[in-house]
């Protein structure tokens, strides 16, 4: 019975997987259009040009570098037995209120609930026993439930390390840097603040089949959407694989 039940776990992975790329999908065969275009557009757009802030900026948590956007993750190393991984223990993330400008115009770009594709990605490796960079210092203290690592035991001879050691990640989309946004354009006076803003916000919307905000190109975004999914359809097809090499023997008992 193992060999049927790898096939069938391995169809519902690719099943999700291929669920999983419309987003990528969608931003890959579309084309970029001029913001100047889309004030009064019914269905999605696409928006390539540069990110500035409106208002506030964002801190990123873990280094302290201002950000319109960002994703955190971290991993720590925990043993169980005889077995030892790396396992997610907090995550978060964050947008706010930016403007997308391209040569043509701006316009307002609202990303709440947007699926972020982050490219500028920073990891922070901090060993159990030893102290952490101060942003991140700052971080455990006032943003996260995770205590510090910075742990030991003092045997008088040696001072022996008890902390796991963690792997801090930061993706960021910073001001001043490339942007790109699918998703619903709609109509509102109030967004034009500056004199090349149109009058339009782009955020989700029934009208557009994804809401994605990104720090690369459109090839870019697609990419780095696609490559998020590549564990779902390579794992499935090798469950697959698996379970047809088991089917065999499995129809022998």
């Known amino acids: 019975m193992f060999g049927p039940l790898l096939v069938l776990g391995g169809l519902v992975a690719l099943v999700v997987g291929c669920l999983k790329l419309r987003p990528a999908y969608h931003v890959y065969r579309g084309e970029t259009d001029d913001v100047v275009a889309v004030e009064r557009a019914a269905g999605p757009v696409e928006l390539e040009g540069t990110a500035t802030a ?86 455990l203290a006032h943003e996260s439930d995770l205590e510090s690592e910075n742990t030991s035991i003092d045997l008088k001879v ?24 699918f998703g619903q354009s709609r109509y509102d006076i109030d967004a034009r603040e500056t004199m090349r803003d149109i009058s339009a916000v782009v955020s989700d919307g029934d009208g557009t089949p994804a809401f994605v905000v990104s720090d690369s190109s459109r090839d870019g975004t697609a990419r780095l959407l696609a490559r998020r999914q590549l564990p779902w359809l390579v794992g499935g097809l090798l469950m697959i694989g698996v379970g047809v090499w088991l089917l065999p023997t499995s129809t022998l008992f």
């Open 54 to 139: 409106i208002g506030d900026r964002l801190r990123a948590p873990l280094t302290g570098t201002a950000a319109l956007a960002y994703e955190y993750e971290v991993e720590e190393y925990q043993s169980s037995g005889k077995n030892s991984s790396w396992k997610t223990v907090d995550e978060g993330r964050e947008a706010t209120a930016f403007r997308l400008e391209d040569e043509t115009a701006s316009v307002r770009v609202e990303p709440a609930g947007a699926e972020l594709a982050l490219s500028t990605d920073t990891t922070i490796e901090v060993d159990g026993g030893e102290p952490e960079p101060e942003p991140i210092r700052e971080f």
């Open 158 to 181: 040696v001072e022996l390390a008890t902390g796991n050691d963690r792997r801090y990640h930061e993706r960021r989309l910073e001001p001043g840097g490339e942007a790109y946004a």
